[in-house]
């Protein structure tokens, strides 16, 4: 069902609801980068192609204009094949540290440009990440007795690793250790909590904890030799201007879009599994904020967690020009599932990113203050509804009072 008729409080109330499960999840998309200025990329950016010629060439044909994904897709397929068979891959190499020195350069949400549409934003021109913060801050409302909320993003950038920086929250991403963070999938697992002040050994549960998967990887995760401490060759670094990709350092990117296979390999494995896991559980609420259904490995999974019956599917995506050439969304609301809330895609106030934080996603604590003042004066003025004549003969009465009174 579509929330077009519905008034933003209402659309607040019905999203309140669905906060307070004990499941709740997010996919967010590129689309939560784009106020950011970061690009989507569908083809190959044109800056690139001189460097890329060959191989598109090889792929595709003279003249082909082939999107990142399937050109990227090609060049791991084939340094695979060729790694198998002990075939030189440098020259591939050569051509995935170029795009991944693109994408390096030109996703860094540190120094991307807003994008116009959001140039009159004083909140953004204040701090670019306001509206992830705000974001993180409503989700974390949710009550401590609950389990912790997952972020899923198939972004590379790092919007949102800088606004849980920059709130100081405790994110659990699937790394360990302090200097040298590694990928270890047995983090996900864990929790934190801290000695409470008796000394009969009580804990209390941290507060502002989220579970955060990077599921297309990171423009922060490096490719290294695989160690003792280091089983899976995954190291996290920070975004610092001494590093860029190289051959021997590859950044852990995941642009495959209709690839599956790739799917199995580490780190993606896990965290497909994670999220597979995350929204299959009863009373699971997923939030795809900004997410526009062309991945179909994500998709496939998403599909699966319809089969059960308590399951809910809200999504925010806002695409005025092309929503009815989206298959995937359109399939979804030809269902006619009341589990599935789709908010208007063509309305940029409630389905994009900044519309959907400022209009649409509650804070629990103003929300829950105003039912409770609600209730509170509904108790102490209850409506008692009375016949019209009655409600006359009131009226006469008030006025003859006050003449006499007057008198």
Same mark, same amino acid.
């Given at each position: 069902?579509?929330e077009?008729?519905?008034?933003?409080?209402?659309?607040k109330l019905?999203?309140k609801k669905?906060?307070?499960?004990?499941?709740?999840?997010?996919?967010?998309?590129?689309?939560?980068?784009f106020?950011?200025?970061?690009?989507?990329?569908?083809?190959?950016?044109?800056?690139?192609?001189?460097?890329?010629?060959?191989?598109?060439?090889?792929?595709?044909?003279d003249?082909?204009?082939p999107?990142y994904e399937?050109?990227?897709?090609c060049?791991?397929?084939?340094?695979?094949?060729?790694?198998?068979k002990?075939?030189?891959?440098?020259?591939?190499n050569?051509?995935?540290?170029?795009?991944?020195?693109w994408?390096?350069?030109?996703?860094?949400?540190q120094?991307t440009?807003?994008?116009s549409?959001?140039?009159?934003d004083s +909140?953004?021109?204040?701090?670019?990440?306001?509206?992830?913060?705000?974001?993180?801050?409503?989700l974390?409302?949710r009550?401590?007795?609950?389990?912790?909320?997952?972020?899923f993003?198939?972004?590379?950038?790092?919007?949102?690793?800088?606004a849980?920086?920059?709130l100081?929250?405790?994110?659990?991403n699937?790394f360990?250790?302090?200097?040298?963070?590694?990928?270890?999938p047995?983090?996900?697992?864990?929790?934190?909590?801290?000695?409470g002040?008796?000394?009969?050994?009580?804990v209390?549960?941290?507060?502002?904890?989220?579970?955060?998967?990077?599921?297309h990887?990171?423009l922060s995760?490096?490719?290294?030799?695989?160690?003792?401490?280091?089983?899976?060759?995954?190291?996290?670094?920070?975004?610092?201007?001494?590093?860029?990709?190289?051959?021997?350092?590859?950044?852990?990117?995941?642009?495959?879009?209709?690839?599956?296979?790739?799917?199995l390999?580490?780190?993606?494995s896990?965290?497909?599994? +994670?999220?597979?896991?995350?929204i299959?559980?009863?009373?699971?609420?997923?939030?795809?904020i900004?997410y526009?259904?062309?991945?179909?490995?994500?998709?496939?999974?998403?599909?699966q967690?319809?089969?059960?019956?308590?399951?809910?599917?809200?999504i925010?995506?806002?695409?005025?020009?092309?929503?009815?050439?989206?298959?995937p969304?359109?399939?979804l609301?030809?269902?006619?599932?009341p589990?599935?809330?789709?908010?208007?895609?063509?309305?940029?106030?409630?389905?994009?990113?900044?519309?959907?934080?400022?209009?649409?996603?509650?804070?629990?604590y103003e929300?829950?203050?105003?039912l409770?003042?609600?209730?509170?004066?509904?108790?102490?003025y209850?409506i008692?509804?009375q016949?019209v004549?009655?409600n006359?003969?009131?009226?006469?009465?008030?006025?003859?009072?006050?003449?006499?009174?007057?008198?």
């Amino acid at each position: 069902m579509e929330e077009n008729k519905m008034n933003f409080q209402e659309i607040k109330l019905k999203i309140k609801k669905y906060l307070e499960l004990d499941n709740v999840t997010v996919l967010a998309g590129a689309g939560t980068s784009f106020h950011l200025g970061a690009p989507i990329i569908r083809e190959v950016p044109e800056g690139l192609k001189p460097k890329c010629k060959d191989s598109i060439t090889e792929y595709f044909g003279d003249g082909a204009n082939p999107s990142y994904e399937d050109l990227f897709n090609c060049l791991q397929a084939d340094k695979y094949l060729k790694e198998k068979k002990g075939e030189s891959i440098d020259d591939i190499n050569s051509v995935m540290v170029e795009m991944q020195k693109w994408l390096f350069k030109n996703c860094d949400t540190q120094k991307t440009s807003i994008h116009s549409l959001y140039n009159d934003d004083s +909140q953004l021109s204040n701090n670019r990440y306001h509206y992830h913060e705000v974001f993180i801050k409503k989700l974390l409302q949710r009550p401590n007795n609950l389990k912790r909320a997952n972020l899923f993003t198939t972004n590379y950038d790092m919007a949102f690793d800088y606004a849980l920086d920059k709130l100081g929250v405790h994110y659990i991403n699937g790394f360990m250790g302090i200097h040298n963070r590694c990928f270890r999938p047995e983090v996900y697992d864990y929790d934190i909590y801290y000695p409470g002040q008796s000394v009969s050994g009580k804990v209390h549960r941290a507060e502002k904890v989220l579970r955060y998967y990077k599921m297309h990887g990171s423009l922060s995760w490096v490719a290294t030799e695989s160690s003792p401490s280091n089983v899976y060759g995954i190291q996290e670094r920070t975004m610092d201007e001494s590093f860029e990709p190289q051959i021997d350092k590859q950044i852990m990117i995941y642009p495959c879009v209709s690839k599956k296979t790739f799917t199995l390999d580490l780190p993606y494995s896990e965290l497909f599994r +994670q999220f597979s896991q995350a929204i299959t559980q009863p009373q699971s609420v997923l939030f795809c904020i900004g997410y526009s259904f062309f991945d179909e490995h994500i998709n496939d999974i998403i599909y699966q967690a319809l089969s059960i019956p308590s399951f809910t599917l809200i999504i925010a995506n806002f695409d005025k020009d092309n929503f009815k050439d989206n298959k995937p969304l359109q399939q979804l609301r030809e269902l006619n599932d009341p589990r599935i809330i789709i908010l208007n895609p063509t309305d940029s106030e409630q389905s994009t990113f900044v519309g959907f934080v400022k209009n649409v996603m509650p804070d629990l604590y103003e929300e829950n203050e105003q039912l409770i003042v609600s209730e509170t004066m509904n108790k102490l003025y209850p409506i008692v509804e009375q016949p019209v004549e009655d409600n006359k003969k009131d009226i006469i009465q008030d006025v003859n009072s006050k003449e006499n009174e007057s008198e």
